[in-house]
């Protein structure tokens, strides 16, 4: 399994920003797979999973209402679209995959329940 995330740059705070994750092979079908981000704080941070066995997803409340999480299974290709963006948005940017389609809530929140990585994307808010 192979993830390629892209789509980071420099955006000005209330800006927005579209982030891909591309998956190889068809995992998006069977896997869940999901966004994080790691800054010097905090090594890696939940963002948003989506769940292949029911199309559930999942949110951190640091995101919840910005940030909206989608798929297309065709181009294997994971989106992550940001809204209104604050400097704390500033990050590296990860999409991670699990073949675990049903974990729920708790599973997807732990970042070690994800088994491949792909290399991140730079996003900098700032003016």
């Known amino acids: 399994v192979q993830l390629q995330a892209s789509g980071g740059g420099l955006v000005e705070p209330g800006g927005s920003l579209r982030l891909s994750c591309v998956a190889s092979?068809?995992?998006?079908?069977?896997?869940?797979i999901g966004w994080f981000r790691r800054t010097p704080e905090k090594e890696r941070e939940v963002l948003s999973c989506?769940?292949?066995?029911?199309?559930?997803?999942y949110f951190a409340d640091s995101v919840k209402g910005r940030f909206t999480i989608s798929r297309d299974n065709v181009k294997n290709t994971l989106y992550l679209q940001m809204n209104s963006l604050k400097p704390e948005d500033t990050a590296v940017y990860l999409c991670?995959?699990?073949?675990?389609?049903?974990?729920?809530?708790?599973?997807?929140?732990?970042?070690?329940?994800?088994?491949?990585w792909g290399q991140g994307t730079l996003v900098t808010v700032s003016s």
């Open positions: 991670a995959a699990t073949p675990v389609s049903n974990g729920g809530h708790d599973y997807y929140s732990v970042p070690s329940s994800f088994d491949y």
């Open positions: 092979g068809s995992i998006l079908n069977s896997y869940a």
């Open positions: 989506i769940s292949t066995s029911d199309g559930s997803t």
